[in-house]
């Protein structure tokens, strides 16, 4: 009798997991969504992640990038994707878009997609699942995540305020990442994404018009160097641009933080316990990295009747 229980109980547990009650997750959502619909949604996916990394790795910051603007503007919806038209100036038009990149990666899985299961996969999906793989592919965590968002039918250049802009400092952002919904420790391992990929000049420049005294001197010369070459230079936040690590945080620690909203998270009494515990164990960041990134990925979803499953993820059907 006692070994029925234990096995209904594993039952019960590994069911709760599979559905994500324990993540606490929105309710229209689930793991294994696609399992009736469209089984190689997964595998098409990873597959269209993977070839474009093969051939250039840098990709999977903008992929992991994306993902998070389309999840701030307007909930997890796909509307990072849709398209200016002629009476619609849309999200991705906005100088906060500055350097999204990796569409075609979204398009070739959605091509596929299409073919293999035509109307089932939403591009909002597609979007959380490749920034997904992209962590897990640049050496990062492998965590599953929750499908079933729907395709957003707005995108407006003007609701992109929604974004942070980098010069905010530790308590602006632990105020606006917790009016979404996020604590400090989650903002702090959100920020931890920035172990991929690089800023432009035009991103920290002010920090040294204004000779910021928490960018490390010799530190101070590269940024400018790096500026010299014009606005759009980029400077990689960590000497391991591709690779998913704690390399990020070692950096704010010696104050070579590459934006002043990266370095503030170090200087603030309010997270920096946060960024020396994650500069150490990189197993630790990992595990609230995935916690949070959940989070992220269910932000203000459309779920069941609402939205739509958009055929051609760059217009609204
Ligand atoms: C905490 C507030 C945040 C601010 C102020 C911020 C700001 C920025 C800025 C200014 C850039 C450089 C853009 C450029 O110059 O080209 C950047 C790059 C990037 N951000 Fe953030 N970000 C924040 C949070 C996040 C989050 C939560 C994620 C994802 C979970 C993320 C992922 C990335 C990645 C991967 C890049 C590199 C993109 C590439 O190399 O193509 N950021 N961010
Ligand atoms: C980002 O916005 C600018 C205008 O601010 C636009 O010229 C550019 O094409 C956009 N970039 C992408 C990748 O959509
Ligand atoms: C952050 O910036 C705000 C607004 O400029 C300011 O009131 C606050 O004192 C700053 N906080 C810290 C910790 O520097």
């Not at 469209?38 to 903008?62: E, F, G, K």
């Not at 398209?83 to 899985?109: F, M």
């Not at 079933?148 to 905010?168: A, W």
């Not at 998913?244 to 002043?260: I, N, P």
Request: charged share 20%; hydrophobic share 40%; net charge negative.
């Amino acid at each position: 009798m006692a070994s029925l229980n234990l096995v209904f109980g594993v039952i019960l547990y590994s069911y709760m997991i599979v559905n994500g009650w324990i993540y606490g997750m929105a309710t229209g959502l689930s793991m294994n969504y696609y399992v009736m619909t469209c089984p190689t949604a997964d595998i098409i996916i990873r597959n269209a992640v993977q070839t474009a990394l093969q051939s250039d790795p840098t990709l999977a910051a903008a992929l992991v990038r994306m993902h998070f603007h389309d999840c701030f503007v307007q909930g997890c919806d796909g509307s990072v994707l849709i398209d200016s038209t002629k009476s619609n100036t849309a999200e991705k038009d906005s100088p906060a878009n500055l350097s999204l990149r990796g569409y075609e990666i979204i398009d070739a899985a959605k091509q596929e997609l299409e073919r293999q299961c035509p109307g089932f996969v939403s591009c909002a999906d597609i979007l959380a699942m490749a920034a997904r793989d992209a962590v897990f592919l640049a050496s990062g965590p492998f965590y599953e995540i929750p499908k079933g968002r729907r395709d957003g039918t707005r995108s407006k250049i003007e609701d992109t305020i929604d974004l942070p802009p980098p010069t905010l400092n530790s308590s602006q952002l632990i105020t606006i990442f917790g009016n979404r919904g996020f604590t400090a420790q989650d903002m702090v391992a959100l920020s931890g994404a920035h172990t991929l990929g690089v800023a432009r000049c035009s991103s920290f420049k002010f920090r040294l018009d204004a000779a910021d005294p928490t960018i490390e001197t010799t530190f101070a010369k590269t940024l400018s160097n790096t500026c010299a070459t014009g606005d759009d230079a980029e400077q990689p936040f960590d000497s391991t641009r591709n690779i998913f690590d704690s390399g990020y945080f070692s950096e704010l620690q010696r104050r070579a933080g590459v934006l002043f909203s990266d370095q503030t998270l170090f200087e603030s009494a309010a997270t920096r316990g946060l960024v020396n515990k994650y500069a150490f164990n990189r197993a630790l960041f990992n595990m609230d990295f995935q916690r949070a990134m959940l989070k992220m990925g269910q932000l203000d979803v459309k779920e069941g009747s609402e939205g739509e499953i958009r055929s051609n993820c760059h217009i609204i059907n």
